[in-house]
């Protein structure tokens, strides 16, 4: 869902600053996931940035990672509790919540994930594409 073009360098920071984030070749769009767990995690649905594999942290030693599914893991920083990345196991492809970088530029709210959990109270009104959990999962499979 991205090009190699629209991938830049961001750089952000959890809460207390004892986590530096370096993403190297971060997208530009903006996604969010409505998913039970996401919700769960952050009081509110995830909105990340898809930063694939080339993700370096300062201060790795204040990381936790909570190992949340058979296929991925979440990090956070341990002093301060900022989430610091979705990650998936087989690929170390990062999401990473867009309100950690400093920048906002060039971000633009391109998608949202497991449209079908969404629920009723709220609803974004930006133009995006939307997916079911059900039609990501086949997006993975066919690739
Ligand atoms: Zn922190
Ligand atoms: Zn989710």
């Known amino acids: 869902m991205r090009s190699k073009s629209e991938e830049t360098v961001r ?24 998913c039970k767990m996401c919700r769960r995690w952050g009081g509110g649905p995830f909105m990340e940035i898809d930063c694939g594999s080339e993700v370096d942290f300062e ?19 341990r002093n301060c509790g900022t989430h610091l990345f979705y990650r998936i196991k087989a690929s170390g492809q990062h999401m990473v919540p867009v309100g950690l970088f400093d920048d906002a530029e060039g971000l633009l709210f391109e998608g949202q994930v497991f449209i079908d959990e969404k629920p009723a109270y ?13 039609e990501l999962f ?5 690739n």
């Open 11 to 34: 750089r952000g920071h959890c809460l207390c600053g004892d986590v530096k984030i370096t993403a190297r070749a971060a997208g530009s769009g903006v996604g969010a996931c409505h």
């Open 122 to 134: 709220y609803e974004f009104a930006n133009q995006t594409k939307n997916l079911t959990g059900e």
């Open 138 to 142: 086949k997006l993975f499979s066919d």
């Open 59 to 77: 201060g790795e030693d204040n990381i936790s990672v909570f190992d949340s599914s058979k296929w991925a893991d979440r990090g956070f920083c």
